[in-house]
């Protein structure tokens, strides 16, 4: 191993490298050494963070109860402070989604991750970071069985958590349309679980200073042992086109058609013409996507002082993000 990688915060071995993205793996960082990831200075990145992209939600305990996850609502004026005691003491999970997008130093940090794979892990193609988040999570705080339409990973930094990771693309742990209905934009990505998937699960737990890695569409689930600070890091190669625009074609097209048997297979030509099929026809008349802001409508809100860091309001609203995205979309098409 050379002297840059021992100093580089990802110092992996050639065989991590090599299994990047094809094998669930638990690898080591240096990121949570990192200011950028101190107490204070998370709590100043809360209070300015724009709400528009600072999402909070509940959960129960359930595993099987994925119905339990809530969108929750932050009141005008709530400061980083108040945000950091409702996770440290409630049952909050914070996500800092478009993190890349809203502060320089992180966009610059993440950029580096992905220049340096992109070095030491010639199959992935030369990825390029898409969009990132940063969660800040409670004790026994949980994220239920779900998959992500992007290749993503976990970048662990502050506290413990337990993480599952099962096979990838098994009709048995995800059947067909629910994953061509999330990457479709027609469903959430939360998935039905049984306790029995996880026989089949790489369980690990994470410390600070763990990398989380696993194959594309790769279900996985997390129970916090206590609370918790992860970034989470999304990335697109040219093997991730292949399989949107079949399983977007699986969709729109074959199942429309009726089709049954739609085969997942991103290689030869009915492949091909998958994705051809699916992108003239898409450009001529759009599928239309399902409006999914309707799910952001909640009754509770953010309070450190209440139970599970929570309060109940008197009637349901659209979640702070929701509704400041809402009017960001306003206002740009007045300015238009």
């Known amino acids: 191993m050379s002297q840059s990688q021992v100093l580089h915060p990802i110092a992996w071995s050639d065989e991590e490298y090599q299994s990047f993205g094809k094998i669930p793996q638990v690898s080591k960082h240096r990121y949570h050494e990192l200011p950028l990831f101190d107490t204070d200075v998370l709590i100043a990145l809360l209070d300015a963070y724009p709400?528009?992209?600072?999402?909070?939600?509940?959960?129960?305990?359930?595993?099987?109860?994925?119905?339990?996850?809530?969108?929750?609502?932050?009141?005008?004026?709530?400061?980083?402070?108040?945000?950091?005691?409702?996770?440290?003491?409630?049952?909050?999970?914070?996500?800092?989604?478009?993190?890349?997008?809203n502060r320089q130093e992180y966009r610059e940090l993440i950029d580096s991750m992905y220049a340096h794979l992109g070095e030491h892990c010639p199959h992935l193609q030369n990825p390029k970071a898409t969009h990132s988040a940063l969660l800040i999570s409670s004790p026994g705080a949980q994220v239920y069985y779900h998959l992500d339409a992007e290749p993503n990973m976990l970048w662990h930094l502050r506290g413990e958590k337990d993480v599952w990771l099962y096979p990838a693309m098994d009709p048995e742990l995800v059947p067909q349309n629910y994953l061509e209905d999330i990457y479709a934009g027609e469903i959430g990505e939360n998935l039905p679980y049984r306790t029995e998937f996880d026989k089949r699960a790489v369980k690990a737990r994470l410390q600070p200073g763990d990398a989380a890695s696993w194959p594309h569409n790769g279900p996985h689930r997390i129970v916090n042992v206590d609370m918790n600070v992860s970034l989470a890091t999304s990335y697109y190669t040219p093997a991730v086109y292949q399989r949107q625009y079949v399983q977007l074609a699986n969709r729109f097209i074959l199942r429309n058609l009726g089709i049954q048997n739609r085969s997942m297979s991103e290689q030869g030509l009915v492949a091909a013409a998958k994705r051809m099929s699916y992108?003239?026809?898409?450009?001529?008349?759009?599928?239309?996507?399902?409006?999914?802001?309707?799910?952001?409508?909640?009754?509770?809100q953010i309070d450190p002082d209440g139970p599970l860091g929570l309060r109940q309001l008197s009637e349901p609203r659209l979640a702070s993000f929701g509704r400041k995205s809402a009017q960001s979309q306003e206002e740009q098409a007045n300015a238009n």
């Open 51 to 101: 709400r528009k992209h600072l999402q909070a939600y509940t959960m129960g305990t359930d595993p099987k109860k994925n119905s339990d996850w809530r969108q929750v609502d932050i009141a005008e004026g709530t400061c980083g402070a108040d945000l950091w005691r409702a996770a440290e003491s409630g049952r909050i999970w914070l996500n800092l989604v478009n993190i890349e997008s």
């Open 279 to 300: 992108r003239v026809i898409n450009k001529i008349r759009p599928f239309k996507r399902k409006e999914r802001s309707a799910g952001y409508i909640t009754d509770l």
